[in-house]
């Protein structure tokens, strides 16, 4: 988990590494992260990282072909402050996200709405394109943390309404650590999204004060490209 800060008040990222997978076929469906900060663009430009303009806004491109799009300026709290995705039916989308994951309906326009959890947290932007949403293989999930209590009526709210249940109501155990309790759904247009029990979340969530050291450990230790070429082959894009 990668962020700004403790995942408990700040917006975090899950990175995932198939050591067989070479690449993944980017979709439509994530258009972006958006994130105020002063130090992005002079450490790309300090690493010769290419930093792209795309209707007069900045951004980055991860390896992988993630946009993270920058607003060159400090701001108090979490300095991400927007996950934008694609959707083929606005005003259903809306609809979906406010009534039964029970958003916040921040601002709307022809085209996009902005929802969130509350005033100080990452917000969710929904973005019409016109057209149905192609996840292809590069996709993923959001995640919400939320009173165990609440996971029930989730679950039961998407059942009365003939919603989309990835995965139903599930106690999941960690050895040694919390048993967590999710429900994943999936909106309109298939986003993924997880709803995870608050309380056990919290335990494990909380910062591994080695968890920059285990990383750059376990980078190092990766000698996946030398087995693959040992044996003459490439890794695989992921189907």
Not at 82 to 92: E, F, P
Not at 130 to 146: I, L
Not at 200 to 205: D, K, M, Q, T, V
Request: aromatic share 8%; hydrophobic share 35%.
């Amino acid at each position: 988990m990668v962020g700004y800060g403790p995942e408990d008040n700040h917006f975090v990222v899950e990175l995932t590494y198939n050591y067989g997978i070479g690449t993944y076929k980017l979709g439509t469906d994530f258009m972006g992260i958006t994130i105020y900060s002063s130090s992005i663009l002079p450490n790309a430009t300090k690493h010769s990282w290419p930093i792209h303009t795309e209707n007069d806004r900045c951004y980055v491109e991860a390896p992988g072909g993630y946009k993270f799009y920058v607003q060159d300026s400090d701001v108090d709290g979490d300095p991400v402050k927007k996950v934008s995705l694609a959707c083929s039916n606005l005003q259903r989308s809306i609809e979906f996200w406010s009534t039964k994951c029970g958003l916040k309906l921040y601002s709307q326009s022809d085209a996009s709405a902005i929802l969130g959890c509350s005033d100080d947290q990452c917000k969710v932007e929904l973005l019409d394109i016109g057209g149905p949403v192609d996840h292809a293989t590069a996709f993923g999930r959001v995640a919400f943390s939320c009173p165990e209590t609440e996971l029930e009526s989730i679950e039961k709210c998407m059942k009365d309404a003939d919603e989309t249940i990835l995965t139903p109501l599930v106690r999941l155990d960690t050895p040694g650590k919390a048993t967590v309790a999710v429900v994943i759904v999936a909106d309109p247009d298939g986003h993924e999204i997880c709803f995870v029990g608050d309380e056990a979340f919290r335990e494990l969530s909380r910062v591994d004060p080695s968890a920059d050291s285990l990383l750059e450990e376990g980078l190092a230790a990766d000698k996946s490209d030398e087995w693959f070429a040992k044996k003459g082959k490439t890794k695989k894009t992921a189907e």
